[in-house]
């Protein structure tokens, strides 16, 4: 009894070593007394796809620098009374604009050009928008000119405009950069000379397709969103970059794309937190491993392209959640939903979610005239019993279970996870003694490696593959377990 077990052993080390894959296109396990070893059907070779965590953290992307909107170094009246009430002008030169009553009417998307002749003086501007608008816009002047842009609300009930931001930095030839989300109203902004005098030109901007995202052109200000979310906003202007951010609490797998007619890029900025991590996937575009953290990306134009009217949409969202920050290996097999994940050593393991535990105990004692049996099998999952995950083709398998004459576990037909384990002291026993006409039934052992089938959706041990009493020993009976693979499973590694 001893010498075929070890033979079934040796079997079992020489095909790991040589071509094992326990992953077969039908094969069956049965016990029959004058079978060294249990007949096996192989196909194909296993199918398996390996990608790769990259070592190293994922590089920051080279993004256009981050433009100071709205500071004001200066201050002004902040409440201007108008004299008639407000008639936002269209023309240019029927009036001149150096009167709030005559502000000439700011269109989207329109590049303004005028000149400032003496110090002090204003030209002023209006829009009007009908819902919550993000609003933009950018001034550059001559060399010698140090022009201000101050934006105001008009108040209809006093006639009255408001101070309500601006752009005012000290220095000749700087440019002004100003950017809001304001509500619907009327708004007058105007260009003062606040030293020298010459030519400016502004170009003004305004959208309110996702004026509920904005402001969020710089890492400080970045939109918050959630993973497994799709979001539709727009580059609405030459200087515009979209910042994201996302938090996660536990490691994960995460796919980041974006979709833009106009060829924009979606790239990761910056991380925060003492756990951040976030690293590449070999053959995986846009895939990464990320520990718990916060995480920026950013949209924007490498070509200066924009559209008000032509949106992109990001998406974020999670392939897998990671178990703990330990799981070295993954496995994923998408059409048998199963996620096989492991320690580097295989002593922590997980399927879809669950530890795996393949304890298991059976004991039946039985008398009669013709003599006496007691079978007492077990498999103590102790911790130095680690599973195989090394890259051989005794890992983790996908398969399909067929059914089994004497599981551990009475489940259905469908897809299973098969596993090697193995120790470097014995942890799986068969303690099997027959007397009189039972005596050939008598098989004692104790061993250091056992396949078992495991349960997708509890972790816990479907049945013992090799070495079994049932169906590889017992001298009588026709005792069976069958088993089919159709499966590609796809292996993340550290």
């Known amino acids: 009894m001893k010498k075929k077990l070890f033979a079934k052993i040796i079997s079992l080390t020489l095909i790991s ?57 200066k201050n002004i009246t902040d409440t201007i009374m108008l004299e008639e009430e407000a008639d936002l002008y269209a023309a240019r030169d029927l009036n001149p604009n150096t009167d709030p009553g005559y502000a000439y009417l700011a269109t989207n998307d329109v590049i303004y050009q005028k000149t400032l002749e003496t110090e002090n003086e204003m030209r002023w501007y209006a829009f009007d928008i009908s819902s919550k608008s993000k609003v933009t816009i950018l001034l550059q002047m001559v060399e010698a000119l140090d022009a201000d842009l101050y934006m105001f609300s008009y108040h209809q009930s006093d006639n009255s405009l408001h101070m309500i931001g601006g752009s005012a930095n000290y220095g000749t030839g700087v440019m002004e950069y100003y950017n809001t989300v304001l509500d619907a109203g009327i708004y007058y902004f105007a260009i003062s000379a606040y030293e020298g005098t010459g030519d400016f030109a502004f170009a003004f901007y305004e959208n309110n397709y996702d004026a509920d995202f904005e402001i969020n052109d710089t890492s400080e200000t970045a939109t918050s969103i959630s993973m497994d979310t799709k979001i539709s906003a727009i580059i609405d202007c030459p200087y515009d970059v ?44 846009n895939q990464v491993k990320i520990m718990p953290g916060t995480y ?76 006496h049996q007691t079978y007492n ?87 013992i593959i090799s070495v079994n009493y049932f169906y590889d020993i017992a001298p009588v009976g026709t005792n069976k377990i069958s088993i089919a693979n159709n499966y590609v499973m796809t292996y993340y590694r550290e």
Not at 53 to 67: G, T, V, Y
Not at 300 to 328: E, H, K, Q, V
Not at 422 to 448: K, L, P, Q
């Open 296 to 371: 920026y990306f950013a949209v924007y134009s490498d070509d200066s392209l924009y559209s008000g009217t032509t949106p992109y949409t990001i998406t974020f969202n999670t392939i897998l959640d990671i178990m703990d920050s330990s799981i070295a290996i993954i496995g994923i097999c998408k059409e048998a939903n199963i996620i096989f994940q492991s320690d580097a050593v295989g002593e922590n393991c997980y399927v879809n979610g669950n530890k795996i535990d393949i304890t298991y105990s059976y004991s039946y004692a039985t008398s009669n005239s013709a003599g």
């Open 17 to 73: 070593a040589l071509s094992l894959n326990f992953v077969f296109s039908s094969f069956e396990l049965c016990a029959h007394a004058e079978e060294e070893n249990p007949s096996m059907e192989s196909g194909a070779d296993t199918q398996v796809e390996y990608l790769q965590f990259s070592e190293e953290e994922m590089e920051m992307a080279n993004i256009p620098d981050e433009k100071t909107a709205n500071v004001l170094e």
């Open 377 to 463: 099998i077990r498999i103590n999952h102790r911790n130095d019993v680690h599973a195989v995950v090394s890259d051989t083709a005794a890992r983790p398998s996908a398969v399909t279970y067929l059914g089994s004459t004497r599981p551990a576990m009475s489940v259905s037909n469908g897809p299973a996870l098969m596993l090697m384990y193995t120790s470097n002291s014995d942890f799986y026993a068969i303690h099997c003694v027959g007397t009189e006409a039972y005596e050939e039934n008598t098989y004692w052992d104790e061993m250091d490696i056992v396949q078992v089938l495991v349960d997708p959706s509890t972790g816990k041990l479907i049945d």
């Open 242 to 285: 979209d910042y994201y951010k996302i938090t996660v609490s536990q490691p994960k797998i995460m796919e980041y794309k974006i979709s833009s007619s106009n060829n924009y890029s979606l790239v990761y900025a910056k991380k925060e937190g003492d756990e951040a991590s976030i690293k590449n996937i070999s053959g995986k575009q």
